[in-house]
C-alpha cells in the first residue's frame, strides 16, 4: 500500500545513499550466510543503480561468518577425545580474516550475475586520522561511483589495533553502524539506511506485543523513554549503537533510517517517501505535533469507551443515536459549507464524476441519514439478546447470547455519508470505532465526526469514535490485532486488497461489485426493461448498480435486444459487448467479462439458457448481487438456488442490495466474505457471541456426579 509520509519528502532530492547491512542481515541463525536474503538487497541496489543513485554499502557479517567457518573446519579435524576437553573460543581476528575473503566472494558473484561490479575497501579507525589518507578515500570512492561501480565498506578487524575490538568502544568509531555515520559525513550521503532484523526502533523490545514503532525519532521526546533489549544475536552492537550512530549522523545533517533489512522492497519504498522504518533527522522536532494522538492509544480509548458504551442502559444507548440524528439536521448550515468546500476541491482537481457525486451531501441526503439514525435508534436492543438456552443438567444453565465484537476500523473512500451509518451501526452494536475517509472528502469528515462525538455524553467518551486523518497511520493500524477486532475496507479492488495483504485482523468486505442482470426468454419484457434501466441508470457508481446484462438467445430474434440497447444509450450508457454481442450490437469489445465500470457503462452478453446464465456469473461475477427476470418460477429457482452470490434476487433490481432498504437502518458495507457476515452488513453483522453460563455449584470430577439433560428451553 502506497502511504507517502510528508516527513520524507527529503528523499526526492537524494542522489548518494550509505547502506549499512547488519550482520542479523547478512546470516541465518546458524551462521551461515543468507545468500537468499543478500541476493534480494543486490537486485535492489542495481535498481537504485540503475535509477541513477550512488550507491555505498557497509557490510557487516565478516566475523560471525569466519566463526562459523573455522568452527565447522576445527569440528571435523578433532578427534573424539579432543571434543571432551573444554571448547576456547576462537581468534576474533583470525574469524575476521577468514569471513572477509568468504563474505566478498559472496557480493562479487551476486552483483556478477546482475551485471554490475563491486570493490572492496577495508579501513580501520586510525586510518582516519591521516587527512591524506581521508582525502585520498573521497576521491577513490568518488572514481568507483563513477563508473557505476559499487563500493563495499568494513572495518578491517583482522588488522585493528583496538585492545579488545569488540567490545572496546575508544576510536574514531567503534564498529560498522557507527563506520557507516562516519562515511556518511566523509562521503557527503544525502542519506543512510542502516538495515537490521526488525523493521525500526521501538519504545521497548520488539518482541513485546506493546512495544510500538517509533516513526519518527524526536531526541527530546524519546531518547528518555526507549527500553532496549539484547543486542544483536551474532553482531556486536545492536539498536542501542545503531541509534547512537543515527543521532550523530542526523545532527550532523544527514538523515538516517532504521529498518527491516528481511522486507521486500523496503529500500525502493524508502526512496518513494514511503513510511518505513524509524527516520532520524534534524529537523524532527519540527515536524510532529506537541499534542501527537498515537494510534495505538487511539484505539485503546475506543475499547475503552465501547466498554463504558455496553454498560449504559438500552435506553441511553437509544437516546444517544437520537441526539445525533437531531444534531444533523440542526448543523446541516455547517457541514453543507465543510462538505461544497470538499467538492469544489474534487472538480479543481480533475478527479471522476462518480467520485465527486459520491462525495455530495445534499440537504436530502442529510435528512435521510438523521432519518435513518433514527431507524436504528428504534431497533430492539441487539446486545445481550438470549440467542439459546440449554439445560445442561439439574440446576445448571446455559445462554449463548448476542455480544459486540470490539473495536471496529473502517477504512472508505468518498462517501462521507458512510461515516454517519458506520457510527450509528457502530454505536447501536455497543462497539468502538477507528474511520479513515478519503483525503477528498477531509473536511466533511472532520465536521460530521465532530457533530457526531459531540453528540456523545461523557459517561461513554467522545473517543468511543476515532478519526484517522493520515494516509501514513493505516500501516500501524493494521498491526494493532491485539487491539482492533475487525477491519472493513469500502473502496476500490486495490484498496481491499491491499487491506487483505497487510494485516492479520480479519477482514469484511469485498473487492468488487460485479452485478449481472439476466433476462430470461420468459421475462416480461416491459418488467425487464425497467429493472435493467434501474439497476444501470439510478446511482451508477453503486457497488449495487449492473455492470453486466445477459440476455436470453430467444430474445435477440424477437429484436428486445436491439430496443434495450437503445434504451439504454438514450439514457447515456455506454455499451461494452462480450464476444457473442460485440459484432452483433456494432459495439466495442469489453476488455474483460470481470469488470466493474463504477459509471454509465456496462457490458451486454448473449447466453443460451439460465444454466449458461449462472455459470456466466459464478465465473465472471464477484458474488455480490445478481438477478434474474423472468416468469418462470422453475427457472427462478435454479437461479437463485445456483448462483453463488451474497444477494440473488428474482424480478428485482440489483439496487435493492444496501442495508437501508434491507430494512438495517444502514450498513457499514456489502460482504461478499462467507464467514461471519454475507451481502449488506447491518448491526447483526457487528455482534458475536458469548456463553454464560449459570448454575449453583456444580463441578465436574470426572462427571461423576453430573447428569446431563441437554434440554433446549430456549423460549
Partial sequence: MANADPCRDFVKDVKRIIIKVGTAVVTRQDGRLAVGKLGALCEQIKELNILGYEVILVSSGAVGLGRQRLRYRKLIQSSFADLQKPQVELDGKACAAVGQSSLMATYDDLFSQLDVTSAQLLVTDNDFRDQDFRNQLSETVKSLLALKVIPIFNENDAVSTRKAPYEDSSGIFWDNDSLSALLALELKADLLILLSDVDGLYNGPPSDPLSKLIHTYIKEKHQNEITFGDKSRVGRGGMTTKVKASVHAADAGIPVIITSGNAAENLTKILQGQRIGTLFHKDAHKWVPSKEVDVREMAVAARDCSRRLQAVSSEERKQILLNIADALQSREKEIRIENEADVVAAQEAGYEKSLVARLVLKSEKIVGLAN???????????????????ELAEGLILEKTSSPLGVLLIIFESRPDALVQIASLAIRSGNGLLLKGGKEAN??????????????????????????TSRAEIPELLKLDDVIDLVIPRGSNKLVSDIKSSTKIPVLGHADGICHVYVDKSANLEMAKQIVLDAKTDYPSGCNAMETLLVHKDLVEKGWLNSISVN??????????????????????ARSLHHEYCSLACTVEIVDDVYAAIDHINRYGSAHTDSIVTEDHEVANVFLRQVDSAAVFHNASTRFSDGARFGLGAEVGISTSRIHARGPVGVDGLLTTRWLLKGNGQVVDGDKKVTYTHRDITT
Fill in 372 to 390: 435513518n439514525i433514527r431507524i436504528i435508534a428504534n431497533m430492539e436492543d441487539p446486545i445481550g439478546r438470549v440467542l439459546k438456552r440449554t
Fill in 443 to 468: 473536511r466533511s469528515n472532520a465536521i460530521l465526526h465532530k457533530v457526531i462525538t459531540e453528540a456523545i455524553p461523557d459517561t461513554v467518551g467522545s473517543k468511543l469514535i476515532g478519526l484517522v
Fill in 568 to 589: 439504454l444509450r438514450s439514457e447515456g450508457v455506454t455499451l461494452y459487448g462480450g464476444p457473442k454481442a460485440s459484432s452483433l450490437l456494432n459495439v466495442p469489445l
